[in-house]
């Protein structure tokens, strides 16, 4: 069952050393919040896995804290490479990085099958492709019914899956709403989950056939406003497009990057913290 708990104490409880986690959200509701506090709090060794990773995941990275990426496609959306990603990977900087590359249809159906708790997920979208050949992990398997031949994939079940939505009541029923991506069958498949809102509310007032995480799927639920900054909330505030820009800028160099994430992660306390060094200098005009 849901407890309501600071992001701080979540992340104590729920993220371990060594853990297989996600950070889900696609193009809005991305928990940047949750992934400083895995920053602040020094894990180590994690098995990270999103189907795009983008800034945060550089930034995890960066820190040092991921030693497996599994993922479909990464980059820094609309401006270009994910600087300190490739250089985990190109050079071992700051610790080494071993990648497994999945399609986009092969995640998505992988986390379906990691939430109704099934090995494997087949599919079509490896037909005629070599992705076999250089991934031991897709197999092929034959339809029992037509004989047809499909391309089977692990499922994905995180040890924790984070992820940030715009509201909860007090029981810790969830409500997400907008663009969605596999936040759902990511929180389904994980042994633990921490959701990170904009607010908590006394009633959802939920329309018809909205996305609702019960109170019961939930372990930890957390109060962060803003705490998909620089992406976007729908119906709270809108992408920090400035950020992304200069995220290439600060992000090229192992110097650039270090100060940052010492000034404004490693040195504030937490995320509206955070966010109060990032607005100085967004007056400035350059990040911190």
Request: aromatic share 10%; hydrophobic share 40%.
């Amino acid at each position: 069952m849901a407890q309501w708990v600071s992001l701080s104490e979540a992340v104590a409880a729920h993220v371990h050393d060594g853990d297989f986690v996600a950070l889900e959200g696609f193009t809005h509701l991305i928990p940047f919040a949750a992934g400083h506090e895995i920053i602040r709090q020094g894990r180590r060794n994690l098995s990270l896995v999103r189907m795009t990773p983008d800034l945060i995941y550089d930034q995890l990275i960066g820190a040092g804290c991921a030693a497996r990426l599994t993922f479909s496609w990464g980059g820094n959306p609309g401006v270009g490479s994910l600087h300190r990603f490739r250089d985990a990977v190109e050079n071992d900087w700051p610790v080494p990085l071993s990648i497994e590359e999945r399609s986009h249809s092969d995640l998505a159906n992988a986390y379906v099958a990691g939430a109704a708790n099934l090995p494997f997920a087949v599919l079509r979208a490896y037909t005629g492709s070599s992705y076999e050949q250089v991934s031991p992990h897709i197999r092929s398997v034959t339809c029992p019914f037509t004989g047809e031949r499909l391309a089977a994939t692990p499922s994905v079940k995180p040890d924790v899956t984070v992820i940030h939505a715009q509201k909860a009541d007090r029981k810790g029923n969830v409500l997400l709403w907008g663009i969605l991506g596999v936040q759902k069958e990511a929180v389904l498949a994980a042994k633990r989950s921490i959701v990170t809102v904009e607010e908590r509310v006394e009633s959802l007032d939920a329309p018809p056939n909205a996305c609702i995480l019960p109170g019961w799927v939930v372990d930890a639920v957390c109060v962060v406003p803003g705490g998909a900054a620089p992406s976007y909330a729908h119906g709270y505030y809108e992408r920090d497009n400035a950020f992304y820009r200069q995220w290439d800028a600060v992000s090229r160099s192992r110097e650039q990057f270090s100060a940052w994430l010492k000034q404004s992660v490693l040195e504030t306390a937490n995320f509206a913290e955070y966010q109060r060094v990032q607005e100085i200098w967004r007056e400035k005009g350059a990040l911190r």
